[in-house]
């Protein structure tokens, strides 16, 4: 294809996902406050973390006391509903955009990297869904630790606003943060990383961990931060344990010869990475003492010298 002819498919295929997207949206919209096939509305699902705190630790706004959040705002409700009816479309609509970048991408690859390829754009999603799902049961005890501080004195007015923010930055956060260890077996399977390159510095890779886990939550509660930071380190530690597996696999499969450098020789052995041995030359043999030729074999049968056709028949 030429350079025309790419444009014209990657605009092809952004334009199909931007579709998808807006779909995916209008339905995210729809189902944040009603029961789609009899599912749970989104703003339900997503409020659930607050509406489980004792009632009296949060502010009763309706006076039956229904769990409520507080819009200080005209136009607050209705952006805080687009704004999760995008989120949701985006996850609705991932099996189209996902698959046409891999439309895109996949006819300039090899077979080998077009299962690699798609391996790690699985598990991408996996872990990022893995993330945001602990991230979702890890709202409740967060909410909990820090909206019953003090609770005696006052009480938790949370706006819609607030809180959706709060729980949408942790679930993208957690998920994000969860594509590290994918990270560090790519970068291992291309070969920039090696095991032994950090195995010595696990300690210093857990200390960052949880500073990372400390500055990124953003309630600061140390629930979501030890989480977070177990999390991580864990993953990672398979991410290592998965280095140090592929590098043994490549040294089995990397020949000796290929470590050496331009100048060195490679060994004169039979074994692999050298060369065979020389056979060695045999002692000489003593070669026959010619038999002396009759007078008739000299002439030969139908001549009478050298020079007659019968000369050279004992030589031919």
Not at 157 to 164: D, F, I, K, Q, V
Not at 186 to 201: A, F, P
Request: proline fraction near 7%.
């Amino acid at each position: 294809m030429s350079l025309v002819e790419h444009l014209q498919e990657l605009r092809r295929r952004v334009i199909i996902s931007l579709l998808a997207l807006l779909g995916g949206t209008i339905l995210g919209f729809l189902w944040y406050q009603h029961s789609p096939f009899g599912l749970m509305p989104l703003g339900e699902i997503l409020r659930g973390p607050y509406c489980a705190l004792p009632p009296e630790s949060r502010a009763d706004f309706t006076g039956d006391g229904e769990c409520r959040l507080l819009a200080t705002g005209p136009f607050e409700m209705f952006m805080l509903r687009l704004k999760v009816g995008a989120l949701a479309g985006l996850v609705l609509s991932s099996p189209v955009w996902l698959y046409q970048i891999w439309a895109f991408i996949v006819p300039g690859l090899h077979k080998k990297e077009r299962r690699s390829t798609f391996t790690f754009v699985s598990l991408a999603v996996l872990l990022f869904v893995a993330g945001a799902i602990i991230a979702y049961f890890v709202v409740h005890y967060g909410l909990a630790f820090l909206l019953t501080i003090g609770d005696q004195t006052q009480v938790a007015a949370l706006t819609g606003e607030r809180y959706y923010n709060f729980l949408l930055a942790l679930l993208l956060i957690f998920g994000v943060s969860f594509e590290v260890p994918l990270i560090i077996a790519m970068l291992n399977i291309i070969g920039v990383l090696e095991y032994e390159t950090i195995k010595e510095k696990r300690r210093i890779i857990i200390l960052v961990l949880f500073v990372f886990a400390a500055f990124m939550t953003p309630g600061q509660d140390p629930f979501s931060m030890v989480v977070l930071a177990l999390s991580l380190t864990l993953l990672v530690e398979m991410a290592m344990q998965f280095a140090r597996w592929n590098d043994r696999r490549r040294e089995r499969k990397r020949p000796e010869w290929m470590d050496l450098d331009d100048d060195t020789a490679s060994p004169l052995s039979s074994g692999p990475g050298g060369l065979a041995a020389p056979d060695p030359i045999a002692a000489p043999q003593p070669v026959e003492p010619a038999r002396p030729r009759s007078s008739f074999e000299q002439q030969g049968p139908g001549g009478s010298g050298p020079g007659s056709p019968g000369a050279f028949d004992d030589v031919l």
